[in-house]
């Protein structure tokens, strides 16, 4: 089966960056997506990787390692709007989710 | 970018009804589309995959007879709940798929909010 893992919760201030971790045992791999999903919204697509490194996107920036089974979505600048959940989503010509983290931004 | 809608974006159905939820691809034609579905405070559940003129494959758990998938053309795929119970209420969210060079990014619908009563 799939399994995505990705921290429930994280915290951080106006300004800070945060590093949102997610680690897949999936038994295929084309590729993974982060997604950023508003309360009540449908989740809308920030990055895509299919090879390792890096992939940078304004203040959006996504890591992959394929060997290690590990991503990260790297938040800049926060503002405000940035508050909600994200999602780490394998590719297997189906997506499978990972549960969510949900990013609170304090002034 | 690529479009997708939902219709209805929330509806409140009794107990023992039936409801159906639209999916169009309004800029683009899908072969495939996906329905989810999503529970307060979880992640998105994939429920079935929808294959624009065969039968959808539905995933383990979700019953085919009563999430019944029509994807009639390349842009509608339609979900009906039924007989709809209290358990059913759920964000309900479709996505289509964008074939984009090697990549096959899933454009998602706006969801619909089901609620049973």
């Known amino acids: 089966g799939q399994n995505i893992d990705q921290p429930t919760e994280m915290t951080a201030t106006e300004g800070a960056i945060v590093q949102i971790n997610c680690t897949y045992q999936?038994?295929?791999?084309?590729?993974l997506f982060w997604y950023q999903q508003h309360a009540g919204e449908a989740p809308t697509f920030l990055s895509y990787?299919?090879?390792?490194g890096l992939e940078e996107k304004g203040r959006f920036s996504s890591f992959l390692s394929r060997s290690k089974g590990y991503s990260y979505l790297l938040l800049k600048e926060l503002q405000m709007k940035d508050s909600a959940s994200y999602l780490c989503?394998?590719?297997?010509?189906?997506?499978?989710f990972g549960a969510g983290t949900t990013v609170t931004v304090r002034a | 970018g690529a479009v997708v809608s939902q219709h209805p974006s929330w509806v409140i159905c009794k107990s023992g009804t039936s409801v159906k939820i639209e999916c169009r691809s309004l800029?683009?034609?899908?072969?495939?589309m996906f329905w989810y579905r999503q529970f307060p405070k979880q992640s998105l559940m994939l429920m079935a995959t929808?294959?624009?003129?065969?039968?959808?494959?539905?995933e383990q758990g979700v019953e085919k007879d009563k999430f019944l998938i029509n994807h009639a053309s390349l842009t509608l795929s339609t979900l009906t709940v039924t007989s709809a119970h209290p358990e059913d209420s759920s964000f309900y969210i479709c996505?289509?798929?964008?074939?984009?060079?090697?990549?096959?990014?899933?454009?998602f619908g706006p969801g619909t909010r089901l609620t049973v009563t």
């Open positions: 989503a394998v590719n297997d010509y189906k997506l499978s």
């Open positions: 990787n299919v090879l390792d």
């Open positions: 999936t038994s295929g791999f084309n590729g």
């Open positions: 800029d683009f034609q899908a072969t495939t």
């Open positions: 996505s289509a798929n964008l074939q984009v060079k090697v990549s096959s990014e899933q454009y």
């Open positions: 929808s294959n624009e003129g065969s039968k959808a494959t539905y």
